[in-house]
Antibody, heavy 120, light 112 residues
Framework: EVQLVQSGAEVKKPGESLRISCKASGYKIPDYWISWVRQMPGKGLEWMGRIDPDDSYTNYRPSFQGHVTISVDKSINTVYLQWSSLKGSDTAIYYC?????????????WGQGTLVTVSS | DIVMTQSPDSLAVSLGERATIHCKSSQSVLYSSDKKNYLAWYQQKPGQPPNLLIY???TRESGVPDRFNGSGSGTDFTLTISSLQAEDVAVYYC?????????FGQGTKVEI
């Protein structure tokens, strides 16, 4: 059974760093891209960027480029999303999602979401 | 970026009646090489992650009830719930995966 299990909720202060995780199971992680999707409180879905776990190639939505980093540790089937300096506007639920096939594909499996709260 | 616009933003439908949601893309998401529309529909219930309903504009994901149907091509797409059930109360999103950045529509809230 394919599963994406995300790390738990986080409460951080502005300026702090953070890394959240998405652990994949039930399939070979190098075979499918993983994306991160943001959902701000009461709002819609925004695609942030993605990684090809096979070679760690990434591409980002321009509005997120330079503010977040997506990485992978294939040895433990885990993809990460990290910030070096959080802002209040980063408060949101973050979902990881698996691309169903090649480089341009819909999302067939989603993690349960990680709530990140940034507040002083 | 491709802009995805859904209509309406919300709709209320009686149980057993039809619900229709429209999604329009600012450019065609029909790939000429494979003749596929790179358009998906998701359902999101409160407190849950999105759930894939439809891909390639009209292919129903395994396990999705057959009352959910997707149609359209090029720039204009429709999700139809043929007979609304109580469990269908949710927000529905279209998404283009024709190119990055992947873009979602703003969502349509379906209520009873």
């Amino acid at each position: 059974e394919v599963q994406l299990v995300q790390s738990g909720a986080e409460v951080k202060k502005p300026g702090e760093s953070l890394r959240i995780s998405c652990k994949a199971s039930g399939y070979k992680i190098p075979d499918y891209w993983i994306s991160w999707v943001r959902q701000m409180p009461g709002k819609g879905l925004e695609w942030m960027g993605r990684i090809d776990p096979d070679d760690s190639y990434t591409n980002y939505r321009p509005s997120f480029q330079g503010h977040v980093t997506i990485s992978v540790d294939k040895s433990i089937n885990t993809v990460y999303l990290q910030w070096s300096s959080l802002k209040g506007s980063d408060t949101a639920i973050y979902y990881c999602a698996r691309g169903a096939g090649g480089s341009l594909y819909y999302f067939d499996y989603w993690g349960q979401g990680t709530l990140v709260t940034v507040s002083s | 970026d491709i802009v995805m616009t859904q209509s309406p933003d919300s709709l209320a439908v009686s149980l057993g009646e039809r619900a229709t949601i429209h999604c329009k893309s600012s450019q065609s998401v029909l790939y000429s090489s494979d003749k596929k529309n790179y358009l998906a529909w998701y359902q999101q219930k409160p407190g849950q992650p999105p759930n894939l309903l439809i891909y390639w504009a009209s292919t129903r994901e395994s396990g999705v009830p057959d009352r959910f149907n997707g149609s359209g091509s090029g720039t204009d797409f429709t999700l139809t719930i043929s007979s609304l059930q109580a469990e269908d109360v949710a927000v529905y999103y279209c998404q283009q995966y024709y190119t990055t950045p992947y873009i979602f529509g703003q969502g349509t809230k379906v209520e009873i």
